[in-house]
């Protein structure tokens, strides 16, 4: 591919998938949020994104004008997407019958029960780190958190959750830039999953994974019968597992981390005060949000006292409401304790990300084992030299840390 023209003005061509934007994206933001709130751009068949918080929460409480049919904004034509991604892509009457199917998979009893396996994951994660004194705390760590845990879940060995995440890579970051890329990962992604539906129900073997869960699930419709999900529904729920569950929480987990390796105060603190960790995670999830989702626009509609034309596409910006300061106090400070903190870095309304119970799990039970382990840990380099990924998902693509000393596991 080649170099992407640059930009001039960010408020009316503005390119999110530039490396300026990977690299400056928070900043360009804030920015964005005072001058011009809607900005737009011609790249991308014309396009918008809304950086207020109060503006986000509006488009996604109204899913007739802005439908969730097409989640990216991408080069391809929002006509020529057919992806389909469970309840994702789906917009009301549709959407709330296969997502309540869905959820009880990932509540808060169910989660829990998966806390011994998080840890063991990290435990033996961490064991491969503790005789070094530089490691890539993304390539090392945070990114295989996810993907160890998601294997269970899917019931495959752990070489195969590799394979997802290069499925992943190339729907959220290569894709973005290569059509075909996006298409084979997936034409693959979708093929593993019809084979192993097919698979799954001619053996007849239950387990206790997701493949298993789609196959169970019964969706309620609105006369109280209910059904069981169409070959379609369980390839789609399987895909957009895949996703959010695997690149999302490794982001966060890396941001984290980078974090806690620039600012020694804050980790001093979180070393001297574990309990503070849920609280902690809650700031980190507000200040590194890592998503962003698209909308197609389906008519003439008005933003926050911005027109907007029908037939385009929107990006929601969670990292940007999640900085909003007329929502936040010092929004551009990380405050460990922070009391009043109505983030949405998991989306709001009725696209709110099923699999929230599951990441604030994996980050927690990820971040806590690191810091036991690595009470005293910096960044080796500048941080400048942090390459942070762009597009759908915003986090470090490499993370390297220097290790002052190791605790024995616990």
């Known amino acids: 591919m080649g170099e992407r023209p640059p930009v001039v003005d960010w408020t009316t061509d503005f390119d999110h998938l530039t490396e300026e934007w990977a690299a400056q994206g928070p900043d360009i933001l804030t920015d964005l949020r005072g001058r011009c709130p809607v900005p737009h751009t011609e790249r991308f068949h014309g396009a918008y994104i809304v950086t207020r918080y109060d503006d986000v929460v509006a488009v996604t409480q109204d899913p007739g004008t802005f439908s969730s049919r097409v989640t990216m904004v991408t080069d391809t034509h929002p006509d020529d997407i057919k992806l389909s991604l469970g309840p994702l892509t789906l917009d009301p009457p549709l959407h709330a019958p296969l997502r309540r199917a ?64 290069g499925w992943v890579n190339g729907i959220l970051k290569d894709g973005l830039l290569d059509v075909q890329v996006a298409r084979d990962a997936n034409r693959a992604a979708q093929s593993y999953f019809v084979e192993a539906l097919r698979a799954r129900r001619e053996s007849g073997e239950w387990k206790p994974d997701l493949v298993s869960m789609v196959l169970d699930a019964r969706v309620t419709e609105d006369d109280g019968s209910t059904r069981p999900l169409t070959d379609r529904e369980q390839v789609g729920s399987l895909y957009v597992l895949m996703i959010g569950g695997i690149d ?24 001297a005060e574990p309990a503070l960790m849920p609280v902690a995670i809650e700031e980190f999830l507000r200040f ?61 309304g009725i696209h709110r990300c099923i699999g929230s119970n599951l990441a604030r799990m994996e980050t927690e039970v990820a971040l806590a084992g690191w810091l036991r382990r690595f009470p005293r840990f910096e960044l080796a380099g500048h941080p400048a030299e942090i390459r942070w990924s762009n597009g759908a998902v915003r986090g470090p693509h490499n993370l390297p840390l220097r290790l002052l000393g190791s605790e024995p596991r616990p």
């Open 102 to 165: 869905l959820l009880p998979t990932f509540n808060s009893k169910r989660v829990a029960e998966l806390e011994p396996l998080m840890s063991g994951i990290v435990d033996e994660l961490l064991d491969g780190l503790a005789d070094r004194h530089l490691v890539d705390g993304a390539a090392e760590f945070a990114e295989l958190v996810p993907i160890r845990l998601m294997s269970h879940l899917f019931g495959v060995p752990r070489s195969r959750g590799l394979e997802f995440k």
């Open 248 to 271: 999302t929480t490794w982001s966060l987990i890396g941001a984290a981390l980078l974090h806690l390796g620039t600012h020694p105060a804050d980790l001093a603190r979180l070393v």
């Open 288 to 348: 590194y949000s890592p998503a962003t989702v698209g909308r197609v626009i389906t008519q003439d509609a008005d933003i926050g006292g911005c027109p907007v034309d029908g037939g385009k596409r929107l990006l929601l910006s969670f990292p940007s409401a999640n900085r909003d300061a007329a929502r936040f106090e010092h929004p551009d400070e990380v405050v460990l304790d922070r009391q009043q903190n109505r983030h949405i870095a998991f989306g709001v």
